[in-house]
């Protein structure tokens, strides 16, 4: 048997001719598919994006996640789970990220220029191959004057991932960019497998708790531990922390006790079209106004 299997793999590499195997022909026809779709979406700029509010805990809204979303011909709405991965290894994702960058900061401007957003931030997540991409930060530059950005308005999220392989090159980039004024943010925190001491040469200003430790919260005293380690590495090292995936009031009052003040989550609003994101962050913050006077005219 496995001398057969080891023929077969010898017979495939010297001749090039795979063996017939239903499921393989079935996931390669559906890769070229998936391809053929996703180039369509780029040329049809089927891409929108989506914004999830940023709350702080005294300040309301101060803030909004910008996530991708595809929406192809009538056919609903796809996630970046499902199509992040293949722009990546197609190097579309270069040119959607550019896409994305620059309906980010077009938002960015139209809020600055409405005073009841004039004060939001705007997150936007960037892969490792667009980072490393020749002109990236010339690109990112251009954006700002094009629309007059305050620099410090735009926050680039980052995974570790994104520095593994080529901690050099990501600093530098990062470090041209953050000279300018631009933010930088550590994604998805604590789930990545690299040293700390890497914190120390990335010009960062935000650590993101990931999901995964916010999730079991309320039960889990690891997660609580990790999540309170994450808050106090951060309060030292001088960097904003947020927390992710937060769904309940319950998990918000947990990690407003364990010194976390920024919250992203269902339970606030999921990521949703500007209209609907403008709508939230107005009523949601006016709401805030009407109770910090109340409590003035209680005193
Ligand atoms: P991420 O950057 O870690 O974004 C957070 C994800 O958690 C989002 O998923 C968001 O919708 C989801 N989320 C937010 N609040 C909650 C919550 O309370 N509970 C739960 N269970 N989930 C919550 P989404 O939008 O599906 O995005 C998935 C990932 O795709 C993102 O993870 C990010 O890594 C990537 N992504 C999204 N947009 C872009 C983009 O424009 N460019 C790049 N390169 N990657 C993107
Ligand atoms: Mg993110
Ligand atoms: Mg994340
Ligand atoms: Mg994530």
Request: charge should be negative; glycine fraction near 6%.
């Amino acid at each position: 048997q496995a001398e057969l299997a080891m023929y077969k793999v010898k017979e495939s590499g010297r001749n090039n001719i795979s063996f017939y195997d239903p499921q393989m022909q079935i996931e390669i026809l559906q890769r070229k598919q998936m391809e053929n779709d996703l180039e369509r979406a780029v040329v049809n700029d089927e891409f929108i994006l989506f914004y999830q509010p940023q709350v702080s805990y005294n300040n309301g809204v101060v803030g909004a996640e910008a996530l991708l979303r595809w929406f192809p011909l009538e056919q609903g709405i796809i996630y970046p789970n499902e199509f992040i991965p293949q722009l990546e290894e197609t190097g579309l994702i270069i040119l959607v990220g550019e896409k994305v960058l620059y309906d980010g900061c077009k938002k960015l401007q139209q809020w600055a220029n409405t005073p009841e957003f004039s004060q939001l931030t705007l997150s936007v997540n960037v892969s490792s191959a667009q980072l490393l991409h020749e002109g990236f930060s010339s690109y990112v530059t251009q954006l700002i004057n094009q629309f007059k950005i305050k620099p410090g308005k735009l926050k680039l999220e980052i995974t570790e991932s994104t520095f593994i392989e080529n901690i050099d090159a990501t600093v530098a980039v990062m470090n041209e960019l953050a000279n300018v004024g631009v933010q930088f943010s550590l994604d998805d925190f604590g789930t990545g497998f690299s040293s700390l001491s890497y914190l120390k040469s990335l010009p960062l200003t935000e650590l993101k708790i990931d999901k995964s430790f916010i999730k079991d919260l309320l039960e889990d005293k690891s997660d609580m531990a990790i999540s309170k380690t994450i808050v106090s590495l951060a309060n030292s090292l001088g960097l904003d922390v947020i927390a992710e995936g937060v769904e309940c009031i319950e998990q918000l009052q947990l990690l407003h006790q364990l010194g976390c003040n920024n919250y992203q989550g269902y339970y606030y609003n999921r990521a949703s079209d500007a209209d609907e994101f403008e709508t939230f962050t107005r009523n949601y913050n006016k709401q805030l106004l009407c109770q910090v006077s109340e409590d003035d005219g209680g005193d």
